[in-house]
C-alpha cells in the first residue's frame, strides 16, 4: 500500500488555491480531484507520520507514550511493516493521535472514514463494572474538547463536532456486552455535547489476536452512519463479520463539521463504578487509518482499490475451512 506523496502538480495546485478552500468544506463546483486531494488521508504506519514534513500527524493531551510506532512485521498478505501500537487506559486523560486536513466534512457532505486494528490479547482488562470505548473518530481541532464522559461533579461532555467508531468491549453481568456502538456528536447547541448526539448499539464480539477492517459510511441524503466490520485473514482477503453492520439514524442531530481524523484514548470520569477502578485497559495495534469523500457516489481511485483489494475474497482453503 503505497502513502500519500504529494506530488509537485498537487503541491502547485495547493498554492493557487483561495484561502477559504482550506478553511471550509469545498464544494464539488470547487473541484471533485481538489476535494480528493485535501480530504483523503490513507495512513499505513510504515514509519512514523509524526516525524515527517507533508501530512503529518500530531498528539494532542499528555499521553504521547501512549501512542507507539512499531516496525512490527506485516499481518496479512498485502499488508505492510510498521503499525501503531494504542494503549487505551481510561485513567489516564485523553490524548488524540490525529492529522488535520485542510478540509472539512460537514453533515452536507458523503464520506468513509475506517481502519484496519487487532486488539492484543495480553493485558487486555475490560472491567465488566465499566463502559469505556476503544474508539477512533473524525472531530474538529477547534471546537471538540475532551471530556467524553463528564464526572460525578459535572456530568457534561464537551466533545462536540465528533463522528465516531466506538466498541465497547466490557461485559456487564446486567448489561450484556460487549457492543458496537458507533456515534455522532453534533455541533454545539449548548453546554452539553450530549445535547445533540446519536447512536446505534449492537451486541458484536470481536475476538483479540483477529484483524479486523472497520468502515464508516456518511450518507448526507440518508441522514445515516454505517459502521460495517470485515476480519481480514494473514493469507489475504475479508469475511464480513456476522452481525457486523449497524447503522446510526442522524436525524436529530443539525449538524457537525469535522476536519481532523485521529485516534482517541478518552478518559473515564466513571472509572469509580469499576471493580479494578479502572474501566479499560487494551493495547490495539492500527495497520491502517483512512479518510475519503465520496462525490456522486465515486471515491479517490486510491481509496477504491484499496478497499477493493483489501475486501476481496479469502484464498479457497480459508472459505472451504471457514477460518
Given amino acids: 500500500m503505497p502513502r500519500i506523496r504529494f506530488t509537485v502538480l498537487a503541491v502547485v495546485a495547493l498554492l493557487l488555491l483561495p484561502l477559504s478552500s482550506f478553511t471550509g468544506s469545498v464544494s464539488a463546483d470547487g ?24 501530512q503529518r500527524f500530531r498528539v494532542r493531551g499528555p499521553g504521547a507514550e501512549q501512542f507507539d510506532h512499531q516496525h512490527s512485521a506485516p499481518r496479512f498478505r498485502g499488508d505492510r511493516s510498521g503499525s501503531l501500537a494504542v494503549t487505551y487506559d481510561s485513567l489516564e486523560p485523553t490524548t488524540r493521535y490525529y492529522y488535520r486536513f485542510p478540509s472539512s466534512f460537514t453533515q452536507a457532505d458523503d464520506f468513509l ?4 486494528l487487532t ?7 475490560p472491567d465488566p463494572s465499566g463502559f469505556h470505548p476503544i474508539a477512533f473518530s473524525l472531530f474538529n481541532a477547534a471546537t471538540t474538547g ?5 464526572d460525578l461533579s459535572d456530568f457534561r461532555a464537551d466533545t462536540f463536532d465528533t463522528v465516531e467508531f466506538s466498541w465497547f468491549p466490557n461485559v456487564s453481568p446486567f448489561f450484556g456486552g460487549p457492543y458496537l456502538s458507533p456515534d455522532v456528536f ?19 464480539s470481536l475476538e483479540p489476536g483477529n484483524t479486523y477492517l472497520v468502515e464508516m459510511e456518511h450518507s448526507a441524503a440518508a441522514r445515516t452512519l454505517t459502521a460495517r466490520l470485515w476480519k481480514i485473514h494473514p493469507l489475504g482477503g475479508a469475511t464480513p463479520v456476522e452481525g457486523g453492520t449497524t447503522v446510526v439514524n442522524l436525524a436529530s442531530i443539525a449538524g457537525f463539521t469535522v476536519n481532523s481524523i485521529g485516534i482517541s484514548a478518552y478518559f473515564d470520569g466513571f472509572n469509580l463504578f469499576s471493580e479494578s477502578g479502572r474501566s479499560l ?25 484499496l478497499l477493493h483489494f483489501l475486501k476481496r475474497q479469502p484464498p479457497v482453503s480459508l472459505r472451504v475451512n471457514g477460518n
Avoid: C
Fill in 31 to 54: 473541484g471533485q480531484w481538489v476535494r480528493f486531494l485535501l480530504q483523503t488521508v490513507v495512513e499505513d504506519f510504515h514509519s512514523d507520520p509524526t516525524h515527517r514534513f507533508l
Fill in 113 to 116: 472514514f475506517g481502519a484496519i
Fill in 119 to 125: 486488539i492484543r490479547p495480553e493485558n487486555f482488562e
Fill in 146 to 150: 475532551d471530556d467524553r464522559t463528564g
Fill in 186 to 204: 453534533g455541533s454545539a447547541v449548548g453546554g452539553d455535547a450530549f445535547l445533540s448526539f446519536a447512536f446505534s448499539s449492537i451486541q458484536l
Fill in 281 to 305: 485497559l487494551a493495547t490495539v495495534d492500527y495497520d491502517l487509518l483512512y479518510s475519503a469523500p465520496k462525490i456522486g457516489g465515486v471515491l479517490p481511485l486510491r481509496v477504491a482499490a
